[in-house]
């Protein structure tokens, strides 16, 4: 089992900045992806961004490319999500999540792992 615990959230004004966290405990974190999703009031639950687990492959949602970056720290256990340049439409909860070795990505949308944070608030509004 791997426990995600999100932080970070808030609200912001349209252009500003947010850095979300995402800390994990249980198993080996290195051996697991980790993503951010994001749901907003009345959609669907929605990739966001996501690092697989060896470091090499980073995956954005089209709408946030350039302004979004995921990183992670493996010895800390900690991911890491910094927005910049914040829209409206940016307004969701944002859920960490993890997967087991790499996620499925097809295009440029990948695929939830099993397991999730409790979930975030961004709201961006002037």
């Known amino acids: 089992q791997v426990q995600l615990v999100d932080s970070g959230g808030g609200l912001v004004q349209p252009g500003g900045s947010l850095r979300l966290s995402c800390a994990a405990s249980?198993?080996?974190?290195?051996?697991?992806?980790m993503g951010w999703f994001r749901q907003a009031p009345g959609k669907e639950r929605e990739f966001v961004a996501a690092?697989?687990?060896?470091?090499?492959?980073?995956y954005y949602r089209d709408s946030v490319k350039g302004r979004f970056t995921i990183s992670r720290d493996n010895a800390k256990n900690t991911v890491s999500l910094q927005m910049n340049s914040l829209k409206p439409e940016d307004t969701a909860v944002y859920y960490c999540?993890?997967?087991?070795?790499?996620?499925?990505?097809?295009?440029?949308?990948?695929?939830?792992?099993?397991?999730w944070g409790q979930g975030t608030q961004v709201t961006v509004s002037s």
């Open positions: 249980g198993r080996t974190f290195s051996g697991y992806s």
């Open positions: 690092r697989n687990w060896n470091g090499g492959s980073t």
């Open positions: 999540n993890a997967a087991a070795g790499n996620y499925y990505c097809s295009g440029y949308v990948c695929y939830p792992g099993d397991y």
